[in-house]
């Protein structure tokens, strides 16, 4: 049977999901479910000097009021999102040494404020309830009385002396400080420079908005003292060990199940403050409790993404060759610390595919009265991509070069390649990427497409980026697979998905080692009884490891299945060939069937990775706009990616990963933006306030797969979530500023913002 590995396999979610047969957890109805809503704070920081809850404890229907208070007293903890790194399986290495920790206590997140609110939006108290209509109405009934305090939006401005502080005991609100590179020699080529180019530019805050909101349903069982959470997720060990840190309880305790997911895209890794309240208040209660966002609820308590002020100086000779980089970039945590990973990318991956030799970054995490932040598909790469890629085409303006001819002067060319930062790239064709982009985007013809719409009254704009990540994640997984007698074949895995098709893929790489029809294959997921290990879906990993597993089980279960055959038909197993499912005694007719086999006995096989195995996705990516002068408007003409994702397992899920991450980055380009006012309120609350991009915003895509296979796993992969996503807004913005002939113009570059540059 022929591999199934790069055949454009169609998705076998897509018939349930597309009839309505989805799994999500809002489609949970529980017989005698409490519903419950929870009050939030309309400040960013106040005392809470009293919750009157006297009134609302007298709305019919209402089961129960809990506060923070309340929370407190029964002796629970905040939540621990472990966001330096090392978490409750104690494998990963911390993000930040002590050192970089300038307050090395980190806070906990308590799911309901005690004492004191930090940000708009953090819940204040819970209230239960028979319906969701008499929770809300008894809500409104809850009178809190607050002293109210000075606010800090900005991490700038939380870092300058006398701004307000977070956390009290604390010497200030710096959580991170470090640098990574050699700062003397970067100082030392920037002082003999041929020429210096230098921005400061913000990567501003977002909110990722899946489509499906967040939603849970929880159940305790009084006899066993258990709890039962149903909640989307991208890794339900996440979001169980956040559960068992906030109640105390043993994680046999605690199991949690996933299933049909709308979206992830970072923003549902982390364990929420609404679970493990959902969990206590089953248990107060006595029956299940579920909730589900409202969208505006969405906007104030899912976690935010990116924000990240950025200074850099880039050096060069007079041949256009980079002698230097240096990077500095300050990152809003939030009001909480939840996530190191974006900060300690910035430190990894700075230099793109480029040769640069001397190269220093310095990174530092603020906390301010917002929403936390969290990872947001491509976590610091995007940031660091946008940065590097700026400079460059301002460089190319100050040395008098063509701008693809400065990157391709400057590319990676000798493989493998040791960086100054450490990392080592073993596969990749930077240069070849790069010229296939600008052969599809037709470069050279642009200046005459570039003055045609000038007669048209527009001004036209190209850009041409280069992209190179290092996705991590987290390093453990697990898959246990069995033979079924009936002729399936089960393969449990820890990640799950969130639209990626990884039921899909993984069944093609099961079936293509096992030589099966991919109808006998299952994988199973979203069950913390029943996937025990699993690092979940982030960091294109997913294929990374647990591709690697499945192949090593499926190995496994063929050497096992050998061993049985040569005792079933009494012949040496150097002597059994396998194929198709069958083995058989070469040169004879005696053979029997993997499945024959697991009738006579269990046949199982079980493999795990503790490692992240590194590897490098890379590509280019080119674009061309039109802008209208009168009025600011964008229209994009074109737009080309070559993508270097390792193996390619199944070309149109790739194919819709680039496409998704390429919509994502767009919005962050030119029209997304999360902003808090001066005092501190969220103004962007609805999707009237936000902008958030649409199909008929695009250009069909022309994007080409180059790939290179990754010498760090068995499959080849690299890596394909956040390959769109990471050059789109560098890329974006360079045609726009190409377009203005502007050094600079900040995101998003609204038609509003893209009207006054003209203007000025």
Not at 363 to 376: A, E, F, H, L, M
Not at 399 to 418: F, K
Not at 630 to 653: A, K, Q
Request: some cysteine; hydrophobic content about 45%; proline content about 7%.
């Amino acid at each position: 049977m022929a591999s199934l590995i790069g055949e454009r396999v169609l998705r076998v979610e897509d018939e349930r999901l597309l009839t309505g047969q989805g799994r999500f957890t809002a489609d949970l109805a529980l017989p005698g479910a409490a519903h419950a809503v929870f009050l939030r704070s309309p400040h960013a920081h106040a005392r809470i000097e009293r919750i009157a809850t006297e009134a609302a404890r007298a709305v019919p229907g209402v089961l129960a009021i809990l506060t923070g208070a309340d929370y407190v007293a029964e002796g629970y903890r905040g939540i621990n999102h472990t966001p330096n790194g090392v978490d409750h399986l104690d494998v990963t290495k911390p993000a930040f040494q002590p050192a970089s920790l300038p307050n090395p206590d980190l806070p906990l997140q308590m799911p309901l404020a005690a004492g004191r609110v930090r940000h708009v939006g953090e819940g204040v108290a819970m209230v239960v309830a028979e319906t969701e209509d008499a929770a809300r109405a008894a809500a409104e009934h809850i009178e809190v009385r607050y002293a109210r305090l000075p606010a800090v939006t900005d991490p700038l401005a939380a870092l300058a002396p006398g701004a307000p502080l977070l956390w009290e005991g604390t010497r200030g609100n710096l959580f991170v400080e470090a640098e990574n590179g050699d700062r003397a020699a970067v100082d030392a080529a920037i002082a003999a420079a041929h020429r210096v180019v230098r921005l400061a530019a913000k990567n501003q805050r977002l909110c990722p908005m899946p489509m499906e909101p967040r939603a849970a349903v929880a159940q305790y069982d009084a006899q066993t003292g258990r709890y039962t959470l149903h909640s989307a997720s991208q890794g339900v060990h996440r979001h169980k060990m956040g559960i068992v840190g906030a109640l105390g309880v043993a994680p046999e305790k605690v199991r949690v199940v996933t299933g049909d997911v709308g979206g992830g895209f970072g923003v549902r890794s982390l364990c929420y403050p609404e679970y493990p309240l959902l969990c206590w208040a089953a248990r107060k209660v006595g029956r299940p409790v579920t909730w589900t966002a409202s969208r505006a609820e969405s906007f104030l308590s899912d976690f935010h993404a990116r924000e990240m002020h950025a200074e850099g100086a880039l050096a060069l000779g007079p041949d256009g060759r980079i002698t230097a980089l240096a990077l500095d970039y300050v990152g809003n945590l939030g009001a909480v610390p939840a996530y190191f990973a974006v900060l300690s990318n910035l430190l990894r991956m700075p230099g793109g595919p480029y040769d640069i030799p001397a190269i220093h970054v310095r990174v530092r995490g603020v906390s301010t009265n917002t929403q936390p932040t969290g990872v947001y598909r491509g976590a610091g790469r995007p940031e660091s991509c946008f940065i590097a890629e700026r400079l460059l085409d301002l460089a190319a303006a100050e040395l008098g070069l063509d701008r693809a001819e400065l990157r391709r002067r400057n590319v990676i060319r000798r493989l493998p390649y040791p960086s100054p930062l450490g990392h080592r790239y073993d596969t990749g064709a930077f240069a070849e990427n790069l010229d296939k982009a600008l052969g599809v985007v037709d470069w050279q013809g642009f200046p005459a497409r570039r003055a045609a719409a000038l007669a048209r009254g527009k001004l036209a704009g190209i850009a041409v980026v280069n992209y190179l990540e290092s996705p991590t994640g987290f390093p453990i997984e697990r898959t246990d697979m069995r033979v079924l007698p009936e002729g399936r074949i089960t393969a449990v895995v820890g990640t799950g998905p969130s639209g990626q098709g990884h039921e899909t893929s993984f069944a093609q790489v099961v079936a293509s080692e096992l030589q099966l029809p991919m109808a006998r294959v299952a994988v199973l997921h979203g069950d913390s009884d029943v996937a025990i290990v699993g690092g979940g879906s982030h960091s294109d990993r997913s294929m990374r490891l647990a591709g690697t597993i499945l192949v090593r089980a499926s190995g496994e279960l063929i050497e096992k299945g050998r061993a049985r055959a040569s005792q079933s038909l009494e012949a040496a197993a150097a002597d059994i060939s396998y194929e198709n499912g069958r083995f058989a005694v070469v040169g004879t007719d005696r053979a029997i069937t993997l499945f024959e086999l697991a009738a006579q006995e269990p046949l199982e096989a079980t493999a795990q990775i503790a490692t992240r195995l590194h590897a490098h996705p890379t590509g280019a990516c080119a674009c061309e706009v039109e802008i209208d002068p009168e009025t600011g408007s964008l229209r994009i003409v074109r737009y080309v990616t070559v993508d270097d994702v390792g193996r390619v397992i199944n070309p149109m899920i790739v194919e819709g990963q680039v496409h998704g991450g390429i919509a994502q980055g767009v919005g962050q380009a030119v029209m997304e933006a999360c902003v808090y006012d001066g005092a501190a309120q969220l103004v962007t609350g609805s999707f009237l306030d936000y902008a958030m991009p649409r199909a008929d915003d695009f250009p069909p895509f022309a994007t080409l797969s180059a790939p290179t296979a990754a010498e760090s796993n068995p499959l080849g992969v690299k890596g394909a979530g956040e390959c769109g996503t990471t050059p789109a807004p560098a890329v974006l913005v360079n045609a726009i500023c190409d377009a203005l002939n502007a050094p600079h113009i900040e995101m998003p570059a609204t038609a509003e913002r893209i009207w006054r540059a003209l203007n000025q």
